[in-house]
């Protein structure tokens, strides 16, 4: 059945719009509360190197990706294409004898900031008003989470791959008044102005726990050892050969990864994964992210932020002592003081076990997490999988989720549904799994990786309704909105399928006990309907600033409803997330009320009454 969206004259050209005077921070923001763009925002994360290849001149070559892994690349080493079969192996991966999720991590396909700038325009459509990029600074893998230099953009994503490489190397790494600006630096300067010019704030990925091996400071370390100028940077180690003299060097990885070496935290005490801890970093490193830090929020210098980044999403935010980031957070509100800190804060015992994110938002550390305790209750009552949850415990669990923070706190939380580190939204709904556990298929080989059927594309478009319509700032990974697929990383981050690229089918994974081929395409409706309801969110200040309620005001049971009340609007947002048909009676709510969001119900009839077909949900606006 064909989805039947109606949102009333684009929501009355999004009834007047939220006012451009509520969007400014006032300049005595506190600082314990987030910017007030921040809880406007609505997310949509880019993956660079997935996202677009604007310039085939500055593809990655096996220079650039030179110790990006364990493994070699072989010699006939190839850019892959775009439109590649995702599971097949290609010509050059099949001889090394490594199973595909060894050879996928050896894959580039080019993407680069030429690709964003050049679809600002499709972002623009859709509606979006904030840029969560995943990291961009210079790092041979295609994740850049293994940092080479944190205060240089990647090589590959810039104009002349040579000749940053020899501005780089003309460098002093540890003198920021040597540093220069590179080809690729300036091309992202430049594309944050223009985001800026078109209403888009600009979030930049980092990783302060640890560093790639490459990364100049270990480099140092590797050669000079217990000389180095950098041995305190890291948990090194020295061990001397009595029979040689030779002498070798130990360090921590992150989690035990050789290619990420952990920077070394001091006056640290209780630490115990998944929950906070105090101590500090060394101050020679934290002079280093100060500086790059302040590099990135102004680069001219001049003190205006407009060619700056607005904010920083802050990797495996746990394994940094609460001592820095205070002193992180007092650093960057110095330079800037609408800046935004969002920390990854996730797990205190996978699968079964979220974070607390309590402790890192009271106002002295990040002003919210990425909200995946939001996701995981809202997966559980909309998807209905293994680990589903009744209409009584979703409440129940919302509220427990949100209502422990101050209003600005739970409207600051980056609302999201999938990333580069979980499963697509629509295969996440797809399959009955326990969330993230066990969720591709080298874990499962009856992981769902083909397209779902029509109930799970109903549940999506519910679940999105209430995202959008509810407490937090929603959040798209780049290509949901596109209706991709896609099980957990790696196979989570494909190239985008954008209309003009023509892909091969795709076929099963050779974990997978089943078969399948099927034409990725760019799917218009999934599209549309996120550009609905990003029009729906903007339409009112409710949806961003208003309180919520959940209310039980159906004879059905089984009827999700809640209000959302800002000043003297108020909307009633209701779901009938079951495989029955239902019925909602306004009649007894308010004089009068517009529908403004219907998807797939019977609009109303003269006495009130709302006909809900299985998997349908509406908005209306109570008019008093």
């Known amino acids: 059945m064909p989805a039947r969206i109606f949102c009333a004259a684009l929501i009355l050209i999004l009834t007047g719009c939220m006012s451009k005077e509520k969007s400014k921070t006032p300049v005595n923001l506190p600082f314990d509360q987030p910017p007030q763009w921040a809880r406007e925002a609505i997310w949509y994360q880019i993956f660079v190197e997935r996202f677009r290849n604007g310039n085939p001149v500055n593809d990655p070559t096996a220079e650039t990706c030179d110790n990006a892994l364990i493994d070699p690349l072989p010699s006939d080493w190839a850019l892959t294409p775009w439109g590649h079969n995702w599971y097949k192996q290609e010509d050059w991966a099949k001889p090394t004898g490594l199973d595909f999720y060894r050879t996928i991590q050896m894959r580039r396909y080019g993407g680069d900031l030429a690709g964003v700038e050049e679809k600002i325009p499709y972002l623009k459509e859709l509606g979006i008003n904030a840029i969560y990029f995943n990291p961009i600074n210079d790092a041979p893998s295609l994740h850049k989470y293994d940092a080479r230099h944190y205060h240089h953009i990647d090589v590959t994503f810039g104009d002349d791959i040579k000749g940053d490489l020899a501005i780089m190397a003309a460098e002093n790494h540890a003198d920021p008044t040597t540093w220069q600006w590179t080809s690729a630096d300036k091309k992202f300067i430049a594309l944050v102005k223009k985001l800026h010019s078109e209403g888009i704030k600009v979030v930049l990925d980092f990783s302060w726990n640890h560093t790639g091996n490459n990364f100049w400071a270990f480099k140092d370390v590797e050669k000079n050892l217990e000389k180095s100028t950098f041995k305190d940077w890291y948990h090194t180690k020295f061990i001397k050969d009595e029979s040689t003299g030779k002498i070798t060097f130990e360090y921590e990885g992150w989690i035990g990864i050789k290619n990420l070496p952990e920077l070394k935290k001091i006056n640290s005490k209780g630490k115990i994964p998944g929950h906070p801890y105090e101590g500090n970093l060394q101050p020679e490193v934290k002079e280093h992210i100060y500086a790059v830090s302040r590099r990135w929020m102004d680069p001219d210098g001049n003190g205006n932020f407009e060619d700056g980044i607005d904010g920083m999403r802050l990797d495996v935010a746990e394994h940094v002592p609460m001592g820095f980031w205070r002193d992180f957070r007092k650093y960057v509100r110095s330079v800037n003081p609408e800046f935004y800190l969002v920390g990854e804060n996730w797990w205190t015992k996978w699968p079964d076990e979220l974070m607390d994110p309590a402790p890192w938002v009271k106002g002295d550390v990040f002003d919210a997490v990425m909200h995946y305790q939001w ?209 909602m009676n306004l009649s007894g709510l308010a004089p009068k009320y517009n529908m403004v969001f219907n998807y797939r119900c019977d609009d109303l009839n003269e006495g009130g009454v709302v006909k809900m077909p299985a998997y349908s949900a509406f908005v209306v606006k109570i008019i008093k």
């Open 375 to 583: 996701f995981k209750v809202a997966r559980s009552y909309f998807a209905q999988p293994n680990d589903k949850i009744t209409l009584p415990q979703f409440r129940k669990q919302i509220d427990s989720v949100f209502l422990k923070y101050p209003d600005y706190t739970q409207q600051a939380m980056m609302n999201l549904a999938a990333s580069h580190d979980s499963p697509r939204l629509l295969s996440t709904f797809f399959n009955v799994n326990k969330y993230k556990f066990n969720c591709k298929p080298q874990e499962d080989k009856q992981y769902r990786t083909n397209t779902p059927g029509e109930i799970t594309y109903h549940q999506v478009k519910l679940f999105l309704l209430h995202q959008f319509t509810f407490v937090g700032a929603p959040h798209i990974w780049n290509g949901d909105e596109m209706g991709m697929l896609g099980a957990d990383d790696p196979d989570n981050r494909k190239p985008l399928t954008w209309p003009d690229i023509d892909f091969e089918n795709e076929t099963q994974s050779a974990f997978s006990a089943y078969t399948y081929s099927e034409k990725p395409t760019f799917n218009q409706e999934m599209f549309d309907y996120h550009k609905s309801l990003i029009a729906l969110r903007k339409s009112s200040p409710v949806f961003t600033y208003g309180t919520y309620e959940m209310v039980e005001i159906s004879d059905n049971a089984k009827i999700l409803a809640y209000y959302r009340t800002w000043n003297d609007e108020k909307y009633l947002v209701v779901f009938n997330n079951n495989n029955e048909n239902g019925e």
